[in-house]
């Protein structure tokens, strides 16, 4: 191994460590009677509530409906995970000390593995949490119904959206990866550019991440949607194909209302939209919370506006007089409220106008 691949494996087994302190996967349950929503956080030795009472209420409402309490004592896989990845950690820092091209191997070969299996066993886990249901002793009884939540995305679960997602702890053993596959390149060639590591790293990491928004050219950029220019950037959004290709959009409800009506489940892909309260900042349209205030007025008049996930939405709430509301609720909103009629109206208006 040359001593560049030797230093990358070296901070690919550092990046290791990320796990041992942040939480692994994030899972938010949202319901109208839970405004602020409850939530869990899955770490790699146990499984908490994302704020103190959370992981109770969870297992009150399982009761009710007969599933199983979350009992992070009595599931296996979180006594024995950490040992595995210090294991792997070991290996890692072996291997970049001897300079052995073999350990290398045998490391991303750990680490592949290791990722296939707990996604694996994550899966048939959620998979016996929402079908094995004692249906004997459950209060609120509905036949055939199951309540698996979703490895990634978003799912309807009764009047509950559930939305699963990798936390920062997977992010950090995503990057290690990353790393050590841009450590077996360059152990695979004697002499390498600090250019083409630089390349090499770059695209690694970007194959473990999801596409981010770009910038849109505010008063020039028109609307994907309606065609009209974007003006106002407290309102604005933003949609990603997965093939990389960009949208934008000049309000919230264009935005959903182009999610809704020009898209596929498959070929849907990643929803931006600006945090009214920071300009310039983009939020996951998953992870956002949304207000509708007719004290602010949106350029398509739905007046939605959206907030990072931990903005104050009582504050919101109590000074904008504000509903509060979610993705799902949002897409709903823009169904009820017929707006892919009214925005085709706007944009023959402007074709017109511009004519």
């Avoid at 602020?36 to 409906?65: C, F, Q, S």
């Avoid at 349209?285 to 009582?314: C, K, Q, Y």
Wanted: proline share 5%; aromatic share 10%.
């Amino acid at each position: 191994m040359t001593k560049l691949s030797r230093t990358l494996l070296a901070l690919a087994t550092a990046m290791l460590l990320g796990a041992f302190v942040f939480p692994l996967w994030r899972i938010d349950l949202h319901a109208p009677q839970y405004p602020e929503g409850l939530g869990m956080l899955i770490r790699i030795n146990t499984v908490t509530g994302i704020k103190p009472n959370d992981l109770a209420n969870i297992n009150g409402l399982n009761h009710y409906i007969g599933m199983k309490a979350i009992e992070p004592d009595a599931i296996p896989e979180l006594r024995v995970m950490p040992w595995i990845l210090a294991s792997l950690a070991a290996l890692g820092l072996v291997g970049a000390a001897a300079g052995s091209r073999r350990m290398l191997y045998a490391w991303l070969g750990g680490f592949a593995t290791l990722a296939v299996v707990g996604l694996v066993d994550f899966w048939r886990w959620t998979y016996d949490y929402g079908h094995n249901i004692d249906f004997e002793h459950a209060i609120i009884k509905i036949p055939g119904m199951t309540y698996q939540p979703p490895i990634i995305g978003t799912k309807q679960l009764l009047n509950f959206t559930a939305a699963s997602w990798p936390a920062l702890g997977a992010l950090c053993l995503g990057v290690a990866f990353a790393l050590g596959v841009a450590a077996l390149v360059f152990a695979r060639r004697s002499r390498v550019g600090m250019r083409s590591a630089s390349v090499a790293i770059a695209a690694a990491a970007s194959a473990c991440g999801a596409p981010g928004p770009r910038d849109i050219a505010y008063n020039s950029d028109a609307c994907d949607y309606c065609r009209m220019t974007i003006s106002d950037e407290r309102f604005a959004g933003q949609f990603i194909t997965r093939k990389g290709k960009v949208h934008a959009f000049d309000s919230i409800e264009c935005l959903a209302a182009f999610y809704i009506g020009g898209t596929s489940p498959v070929e849907r892909g990643h929803v931006w939209v600006a945090d009214f309260a920071n300009p310039g900042h983009w939020v996951a349209a998953e992870r956002a919370v949304f207000a509708r205030a007719e004290t602010r007025r949106s350029p398509m008049g739905l007046d939605i506006m959206a907030f990072h996930a931990d903005a104050d939405t009582a504050a919101i709430r109590r000074d904008m007089k504000a509903s509060i509301m979610r993705w799902p609720d949002v897409l709903e909103l823009v169904r009820r409220e017929r707006l892919v009629d009214a925005t085709a109206s706007a944009r023959q208006l402007s074709l017109a106008a511009a004519r």
